[in-house]
């Protein structure tokens, strides 16, 4: 398993290049990259050297597009998975090896021409990353109220993505998310059961804790907790079952509100701090 500090789920505002040196002396193993990387071919190689200098490795290629939202239309597809080579291309020149999206749990569309509509495009999304020695993950998305958005409920558990990644090639591994997992299933650790044994598949594992006193099918997709912060998930549980088993992995934390806010407004030492108090949480 891999440390990682990605900035972007922290909402923390500052470059990645002035984040490289604190998250090496915080230790995290490795930083995601950001999107401005990938239109300048001069800042990615500095930042590529300062990583390497301090030892670390690369975290989660952004992606360039909500690539199975129901309003990004076929033409908006091709024209995003042309993006996508060219991140790619990149992403292998400095060694990013990870990536995902998330399954929405809902569509306009029934659900056998939703899954079908899903599979060809996962299927081309990892023929890309697949070229270029990107491992790429789907992430399941739990909350109830997710469920209502558009007419005709979807995937929404970890069996649902894991099926959809089988019929487009089984190449397409998992991300991981804790409240994902306890929102869609109350925490079952019969569904856990399944990702140890696909653990091969696994991709990142995002760690995270759910509102007190609310329960699981009510909890709010923008409204969650750091990892332990609560105790409703027990995610040093679960990330110590994963590391148990060899998981090879990213792990890194990833809060909504009310500590995206926070983070924001932090310095940038304090926050790359804050993050690595919140890790020791789990670790």
């Known amino acids: 398993m891999i440390r990682t500090l990605d900035a972007s789920m922290l909402n923390i505002p500052y470059p990645v290049i002035e984040l490289i040196p604190l998250a090496a002396k915080y230790g995290f193993q490795a930083i995601s990259p950001s999107f401005d990387f990938f ?152 569904d856990f059961k399944l990702m140890e044994i696909q653990v091969q598949r696994l991709v990142c594992v995002h760690l995270n804790d759910a509102v007190a006193g609310v329960p699981y099918h009510q909890q709010k997709d923008m409204e969650r907790r750091l990892p332990m912060e609560t105790g409703v998930i027990d995610s040093k549980h679960i990330l110590k079952r994963f590391k148990d088993i060899n998981a090879d992995a990213l792990y890194m934390i990833e809060p909504f509100e009310p500590a995206r806010t926070r983070f924001h407004e932090m310095g940038p030492n304090d926050a790359v701090k804050a993050a690595n108090d919140a890790m020791k949480q789990v670790e």
């Open 39 to 190: 239109h300048n071919p001069d800042l990615a190689a500095k930042a590529d050297g300062l990583v390497k200098e301090y030892n670390l490795k690369w975290g989660l290629l952004p992606m360039p597009a909500d690539f199975y939202h129901w309003d990004l239309d076929d033409a908006s597809f091709d024209e995003k998975l042309e993006e996508l080579r060219h991140r790619a291309e990149i992403a292998e020149k400095i060694g990013v090896h990870f990536a995902y999206n998330h399954v929405w749990p809902t569509s306009f569309r029934e659900f056998d021409e939703n899954f079908d509509w899903h599979v060809k495009r996962v299927r081309a999304v990892t023929g890309i990353l697949r070229d270029y020695g990107v491992r790429y993950g789907l992430e399941f998305l739990g909350p109830h109220e997710l469920r209502t958005w558009q007419k005709n409920e979807f995937v929404h558990s970890l069996a649902g993505v894991i099926s959809i990644a089988d019929a487009a090639g089984g190449y397409a591994g998992i991300a991981f998310d804790t409240f994902h997992w306890y929102t869609s299933s109350n925490g079952s650790y019969k």
